[in-house]
């Protein structure tokens, strides 16, 4: 399996513009999450997904930002319009939630991380 | 989400010696705790994890200890490796393991000279 894939890699924008990411989680994961890392508050819980329903969206800082997962394949955070504020390393992960008993509960629960899209606004 | 608080923010160890990143917690319902590791330009990737009913975890070099009467717990490597040279996350989450999500840490900037 490739594992987590998100793209672009890098994104340099100019404020005010519309930015897209993507990810394409492991395939058979039911859970996809979006996380943002920055050097002043680590990473950071945005939105996450069961079954291609978003489940907790609490962490997404306003409304400029918006995530879909119209399929179990495919997911996108957008922010509209973008803020130089909004710089920083947005991380999709997948992660399948296996009900059993032993010390594989653990690692049937570890959350996938993709390489990450940096994205800077200008 | 509650806060996890991480200690130290950066780490300078020699090669051979101890490594001991340490983490506390608020939420009391916090059931699962894993240690993430990040290499410069991937994504964090799961290093090893525990959970409460248990006071330590140890698989190969790396070592969690658990203290659930502080709330806290602390990552150890031992013989540290420059290999071993990375950010490490704690992190926790409510039950349901880390299919909900994960609460982190700030990260510990680890750095094993040679």
């Known amino acids: 399996d490739a594992g987590v894939i998100q793209s672009p890699r890098h994104e340099v924008t100019e404020m005010g513009q519309e930015v897209t990411l993507r990810c394409k989680p492991i395939s058979g994961h039911d859970y996809l999450f979006w996380y943002r890392q920055t050097m002043m508050r680590g990473l950071e819980l945005l939105i996450y997904?069961?079954?291609?329903?978003?489940?907790?969206d609490s962490g997404m800082p306003e409304d400029r930002f918006s995530a879909k997962m119209p399929n179990a394949s495919f997911s996108t955070l957008k922010i509209q319009p973008s803020e130089p504020r909004d710089s920083a390393v947005y991380f999709c992960?997948?992660?399948?939630?296996?009900?059993?008993?032993?010390?594989?509960?653990?690692?049937?629960?570890?959350?996938?991380f993709g390489p990450g899209t940096r994205l800077t606004v200008l | 989400q509650q806060q996890v608080k991480q200690s130290p923010q950066s780490l300078i160890v020699q090669k051979g010696g101890i490594s001991i990143i340490n983490c506390a917690y608020e939420n009391t319902a916090f059931d699962y705790f894993p240690w993430y590791q990040q290499f410069p330009g991937k994504g964090p990737a799961l290093l090893i994890a525990?959970?409460?009913?248990?006071s330590e975890k140890k698989e190969g070099r790396f070592t969690i200890s658990f203290n659930k009467s502080a709330k806290q717990f602390s990552l150890h490597i031992m013989d540290s490796q420059p290999g071993d040279s990375a950010t490490y996350f704690c992190?926790?989450?409510?039950?349901?393991?880390?299919?909900?999500?994960?609460?982190f840490g700030k990260g510990t900037h680890l750095i094993i000279q040679p």
């Open positions: 992190a926790a989450s409510i039950p349901g393991g880390g299919a909900d999500g994960l609460t």
């Open positions: 992960a997948s992660s399948f939630l296996s009900i059993s008993s032993g010390r594989a509960w653990l690692l049937d629960n570890e959350q996938f």
């Open positions: 525990i959970r409460p009913d248990v």
């Open positions: 997904f069961n079954n291609n329903v978003p489940i907790d």
